[in-house]
């Protein structure tokens, strides 16, 4: 739990977005403002504040509160959150594999096409598929991006064009796709959770906030690109 405690820390101290670093692990944890401040004791608005990087970056002692805080809580609830990352990081993938891969399309592919090729369930904003045009897609395993991606690497994801779907394995609620997207700077135009039947609530209110189509799709990975690299 230290190990992890001492990751989330180092990520936010190092972070050139620290209040957006906190505001993902705030989002990760499923805890509101409100119920964060109130365990910090500092206001909401100090925490709005941070998160949205108008206030300089919180020093040592206010990131330490900040984690334990978020330890606090959800140990309150049952610890799942530990859990699920503590087993993450148990895992511990070899570094030298990468967690994405990025395929452009010869040609553009529309949202709907793109969604009728995976099998694709619409889990939200399906009127904003209807208007969008695909030139690629990226897979990106759920599991390590959370605890391995830092903010200079994001844009990598994208490759040449932001006009593209994410495709996340290895998911277990759906909603640590979601809140990495919340807090990043560049927006997929469809994200994709594979292998879930049921998707968390958080990542369907995120989806609906940024206005981005998540779907659902039973195929495997490797159905997936065989159907998408004959595009």
Same mark, same amino acid.
């Given at each position: ?15 050139? =977005? @620290? %209040?957006?670093?906190?505001? &993902? ?9 409100? +119920?964060?401040?109130? #365990? ?16 300089? =970056? @919180? %020093?040592?002692?206010?990131? &330490? ?9 959800? +140990?309150?609830?049952? #610890? ?17 594999? @990468? ?133």
């Amino acid at each position: 739990m230290e190990d992890l405690k001492e990751r989330i820390a180092g990520e936010i101290a190092l972070s050139d =977005s @620290p %209040g957006s670093a906190m505001k &993902k692990w705030r989002e990760l944890f499923g805890i509101s403002q409100v +119920e964060l401040a109130k #365990s910090i004791r500092i206001t909401t608005s100090t925490i709005s504040d941070y998160e949205s990087n108008r206030r300089l =970056s @919180p %020093g040592v002692g206010v990131i &330490k509160r900040f984690i334990e805080a978020l330890f606090t809580i959800d +140990e309150s609830r049952g #610890s799942n959150v530990i859990r699920g990352l503590a087993n993450m990081s148990m895992e511990k993938p070899d570094p030298n594999v @990468p967690f994405y891969n990025i395929k452009d399309f010869s040609t553009p592919l529309s949202g709907i096409d793109f969604n009728r090729i995976i099998e694709g369930k619409i889990i939200a904003n399906l009127n904003y598929l209807n208007s969008t045009n695909l030139f690629g897609y990226t897979t990106i395993d759920s599991l390590r991006v959370i605890l391995e991606i830092s903010p200079q690497e994001y844009p990598k994801l994208f490759g040449s064009t932001t006009e593209r779907a994410f495709i996340f394995e290895n998911v277990s609620t759906g909603r640590s796709p979601m809140v990495v997207i919340r807090v990043a700077p560049i927006k997929p135009k469809v994200v994709v959770i594979q292998g879930l039947t049921s998707i968390d609530r958080l990542a369907i209110k995120l989806a609906q906030m940024e206005k981005i189509p998540l779907i659902a799709t039973k195929l495997s990975i490797d159905e997936i690109k065989q159907r998408l690299d004959k595009v």
